[in-house]
């Protein structure tokens, strides 16, 4: 970084001398003689010494009959104050989908003075070059915050609720009781197809995923004062889900994106179907929040089946997004 105030760079005699050496180049070759007046090429010019002339510069002797010009070089120091643009750093958030930007610190430019040596043989201006800089004040970087996660725009609700409940409906006949599983046979072809309770499906994509799982009452129980307010065979009500249908078993939820205090995307699309590794079919149709695993998967269960028996904690299976009508 540049330290304020000014930063003085050494005069370049050599290089003047290049620029006088052409233009002579070019006046001698017309016949004509110079007299070259101007500073040393030796002085510094902010050292205020006076302009001696050189001695006259010909490539022949000068004929009486020739005419003779002066060329008067000399430098002329202008300075000016000139903008220092900020920078913009980006900083990537896999919690926010892509195309979210977000300026967390707005960018704002600096300011420096900068003196130019403009190099001049009479009325021709030969070069300008930066004789010193100095920093008034230093810029200060932007920083947004910019998503990576590829999600699916909720769009509007009746778009996609209608969806969500008629996928349910086609799987829910499917699904097999069977503990905590909702399947009693599966296994991977190896073809991109898997089988569950001899039924054959397409997988279009297959990953591994954290699962978690919820209760259908978690929070109407939440809401109501707890569990200890619903002793053990009190029935309890569903509570609905993001899309509308009640959660159950064959009900998943996707992480959700949130901007401007609205759900704007969800990381994978409602309605889509799903078959999860010791869990079974499902239909994503619910959204969770939990920022620091956007990839999870968490499965609902009936009334009381996770409050009261299934305690599954956090689990790695492969989950398989299935080709549906």
Known sequence: MMKKGPKSRAFDPPRIALRLAVLL??????????????PS?????SSGAP???????????VPASSDVQVADFRMDLTTVEETIAYETVKRSDPTMRV???????????????????????????LDRVVYSTGVLKDPVAE????????????????TWAGRVAE????????????GSLNYRSFSDNGDGTI?????TYTATAVTKRNLTCYDAAEWYVTSHGGLANFPAGTPIPYSDTFSGIPA???????????????????????GTVVFVEDYGLAVVGDIHHVTSDIERIDCSYDPREVLDTYHLGVRKRRVYILAWP
Do not use: C, H
């Not at 920083?143 to 009746?158: C, E, K």
């Not at 089988?195 to 039924?199: A, K, L, P, Q, S």
């Open 143 to 158: 920083i947004l915050r910019v998503g990576t996660t590829s999600s699916t725009a909720i769009g509007s609700w009746s």
């Open 51 to 61: 302009r001696t002339p050189t001695s006259a510069i010909s490539a022949d002797p």
């Open 41 to 45: 090429p030796d002085a510094d010019p």
């Open 248 to 270: 159950r078993r064959g009900v998943v939820a996707t992480y959700a994106f949130k901007e401007n205090g609205k759900w704007v995307a969800t990381r994978l699309p409602m």
């Open 25 to 38: 180049s070019v006046l001698l070759s017309a016949g004509s003689a110079v007299l070259l007046s101007g």
């Open 99 to 125: 195309g979210f930007v977000q300026v967390l610190r707005k960018g704002v430019d600096g300011l420096r003075t900068t003196t130019y040596a403009d190099l001049r043989v009479g009325s021709l201006q």
């Open 167 to 178: 996928r349910y409906r086609q799987i829910a006949a499917l699904l097999e009781t069977n």
């Open 195 to 199: 089988t569950v309770d001899g039924r």
